[in-house]
């Protein structure tokens, strides 16, 4: 059996701190007590149960010394409290009147202006005679935009979408002696009647437009009261090209 000896007789060592043992206890301490403070939080103020929703506290927003607030401009629906939506109506009507992507496809057009019996001068269209009654045609599936009621001299201005062939997409008028006009927003197919010849007037004025309902003429090259323009010559070489024998721009 064996005996333990003797107690030593050497003299204790004093014990050197170390200071990585003593960093990690005051963050073991730390952790502790981070802890201990999480739980009493999580109690609520004055004594609220745990998991309860905190309670909002409204926030004042200073403005900047110096600084200017946005003005509200009249209209702006930021800050109006009778601000509202634009009807469904008025969105319908609008979109009704706005053009159809179409593609160009090799679809033949007719002449819309058959019955002519005096072709007249070259301006921002080509001006003709026809008889009281007779139908200007759709050259192809159209798509009427919008009419100007007093365009020239109290006679309206009909525009129109060329839905068809190898022009698809390009805008057309016709106005001035015409009545009986296809209401915005309707599509006609080929050879329908856009408009009739009316009894009295300044004969018809046939070209091409613009989408807002601008002559094409007025938009590119500007025109004065007589003047031949570019978009005119166009237009009669574009009729002649279905048969209308319009004849040279004069």
Request: net charge neutral; with cysteine; charged share 15%.
């Amino acid at each position: 059996m064996t005996t333990a000896g003797p107690p030593s007789t050497a003299p204790a060592r004093p014990l050197r701190k170390r200071p990585h043992l003593l960093l990690l206890s005051r963050a073991a301490l730390l952790v502790i007590a981070l802890g201990l403070g999480g739980c009493g939080a999580s109690s609520g103020a004055g004594g609220a149960p745990s998991g309860a929703s905190p309670k909002v506290r409204p926030q004042v927003l200073e403005p900047t010394a110096g600084v200017q607030p946005a003005a509200v401009t009249p209209g702006s629906p930021y800050g109006d409290p009778n601000a509202h939506a634009t009807p469904l109506t008025e969105v319908r009507s609008e979109l009704r009147l706005e053009l159809v992507a179409e593609r160009v496809t090799n679809a033949r057009y007719i002449d819309p202006l058959q019955n002519v019996t005096v072709w007249e001068r070259t301006d921002q269209g080509v001006d003709a005679i026809l008889p009281i009654g007779a139908p200007i045609l759709a050259p192809c599936r159209v798509k009427i935009l919008d009419v100007t009621p007093d365009w020239y001299a109290g006679q309206p201005l009909v525009y129109f979408e060329l839905l068809d062939g190898p022009d698809a997409g390009k805008v057309q008028y016709v106005a001035e002696q015409i009545t009986d006009i296809a209401p915005p927003g309707s599509i006609l197919q080929q050879g329908q009647a856009i408009a009739v010849y009316a009894k009295s007037g300044s004969a018809i004025e046939y070209g091409w437009s613009t989408p807002s309902g601008i002559t094409l003429a007025v938009a590119t090259t500007g025109y004065e009261e007589g003047q031949i323009t570019p978009a005119g010559r166009a237009m009669r070489t574009w009729l002649n090209a279905l048969g209308a024998n319009a004849g040279p721009s004069t």
